[in-house]
């Protein structure tokens, strides 16, 4: 149907028509698709054409690939330098898409999280997303703090705090928020506008990542942010 509707407007009786369904049938899966924003009918002629929903959806698409494809040689030496896995992440409605994810180099059974949707308040990726987007706190603030470890921030206090420490210092950093005994580092990556438009981390065991103290290594600190800056001169921006 949604094909169907890429090449025009058109009428119920159209639709059912070229899909071979009974009107009622049809008509149920546009009230559908109209309730997520996917499609709109024209109030005039009572005709369906794609939703502005479906469009922000398909350009959201094509930059989270432009994002992943820039970033693909960085992350992959990230990982061989760091000896850590690696993910690349981007806002999605209050919680962070993985959209590309290197296995630690090493023999260890791992499992592929592209895909995967990770808390902006407990990951290293998020806060490196949220502290620079607004509306990606509103976001999280309508979800709600859920707590995974006694470490995880939960109340708007102290995520506020905490992304004012990422913006004065320029990288996240997550130790049990989300795992016991995993940590992550993260920074954010900018566009030519200089606008934040995802984050790269590593993430690994606390004592790995971490020194004695459970605060991340300098090394890896800085391994981190200088990939996400080199994915970010990728995209244009002046970093």
Not at 96 to 108: C, G, I, K, Y
């Amino acid at each position: 149907m949604l094909r169907l509707l890429a090449d025009g407007r058109l009428a119920l009786v159209d639709l059912s028509n070229s899909l071979g369904l009974a009107k009622g049938t049809v008509h149920g899966i546009l009230r559908t698709l109209q309730h997520v924003g996917f499609v709109e009918q024209d109030p005039e002629s009572g005709k369906y054409q794609l939703g502005v929903a479906l469009l922000q959806l398909g350009t959201r698409s094509l930059d989270v690939n432009e994002l992943r494809s820039r970033a693909l040689n960085w992350a992959d030496s990230l990982a061989a330098h760091s000896g850590e896995a690696v993910r690349i992440g981007s806002h999605l409605d209050g919680e962070v898409l993985v959209v590309h994810h290197v296995f630690r180099p090493d023999d260890s059974v791992q499992i592929v999280e592209v895909g995967s949707l990770l808390p902006l308040h407990a990951s290293a990726l998020g806060k490196a997303i949220a502290a620079f987007d607004s509306a990606a706190v509103a976001a999280v603030r309508r979800k709600g703090l859920a707590p995974y470890t006694r470490s995880t921030l939960v109340t708007a206090t102290d995520l506020n705090r905490a992304l004012t420490g990422v913006r004065t210092a320029g990288w996240a950093a997550e130790v049990e928020e989300l795992t016991m005994g995993e940590a992550a580092i993260a920074a954010p990556i900018r566009d030519e506008t200089g606008l934040v438009v995802g984050s790269l981390g590593l993430s690994g065991p606390v004592e790995r990542v971490c020194d004695g103290r459970h605060r991340p290594r300098t090394a890896l600190v800085s391994q981190v942010r200088d990939a996400a800056r080199a994915v970010s001169r990728e995209l244009g921006a002046h970093a």
